[in-house]
């Protein structure tokens, strides 16, 4: 079935940086865009990023461009997050999510999360 | 970036209740507009895009309108598994922001 796992979260110390994955399967990764949704506790939905089917365009909130770079590796049906100059405001459950087509559309499939928790 | 509000933010019904939920965005956005349902400690679910169509798998008693700045989500005869929190998102233009949430609790 189609299913996205994300992994890579846990503590870091404000300033520092996290790397995270998401492992697509169940669908052809290659052919869709791909997001970055995060949700602060007890807060609503924030999204981060997009990066096309074929990972040369990206977009990003304002809040995260120049820290977060996002990338995919088609080859290994793999999305990532690189996460820099983190801060407590990033402190978040962090989604990766399919877009229904290649941009423009619903995010139709959702991983579970990855808690990424910023504080010394 | 294009700002979207929901209204109201939150709304007590009854089962059996037709429950309509607004979105408006500060500027058009066609009908680039999605609508996710979010249970507590679960993950978002789309149940519509492009406004008006129905994801597959949702229930027929979800349907969405609207076009423009306006969109709203309605619920024709609310279940006990519907008591959520909605949110919209448009996807018009980057940053495709979210709306603030409704919560739809049980009265």
């Known amino acids: 079935q189609v299913q996205l796992v994300e992994s890579g979260g846990g503590v870091v110390q404000p300033g520092g940086s996290l790397s995270l994955s998401c492992a697509a399967s169940g669908f052809t990764f290659s052919t869709y865009g791909m997001h970055w949704v995060r949700q602060a506790p007890g807060k609503g939905l924030e999204w981060l990023t997009f990066?096309?089917?074929?990972?040369?365009?990206?977009w990003y909130v304002d809040s995260v461009k120049g820290r977060f770079d996002v990338s995919r590796d088609n080859s290994r049906n793999t999305l990532h997050l690189q996460m820099d100059s983190l801060r407590a405001e990033d402190t978040a459950v962090y989604y990766c999510?399919?877009?229904?087509?290649?941009?423009?559309?619903?995010?139709?499939?959702w991983g579970p999360g990855t808690t990424v928790t910023v504080s010394s | 970036d294009i700002q979207m509000t929901q209204s109201p933010s939150s709304l007590s019904a009854s089962l059996g209740d037709r429950v309509t939920i607004t979105c408006r965005a500060s500027?058009?956005?066609?009908?680039?507009l999605n609508w996710y349902q979010q249970k507590p400690g679960k993950v978002p679910k789309l149940l519509i895009y492009a406004a008006s169509s129905l994801q597959s798998g949702v229930p027929s008693r979800f349907s969405g309108s609207g076009s423009g700045t306006d969109f709203t989500l309605t619920i024709s005869s609310l279940q006990p598994e519907d008591f959520a929190t909605y949110y919209c998102q448009q996807v018009y233009s980057t940053p495709y922001t979210f709306g603030p949430g409704t919560k739809l609790e049980i009265k």
């Open positions: 500027q058009s956005i066609s009908n680039y």
């Open positions: 990066i096309q089917y074929d990972g040369i365009n990206k």
């Open positions: 999510a399919k877009d229904r087509a290649k941009g423009n559309n619903g995010l139709d499939v």
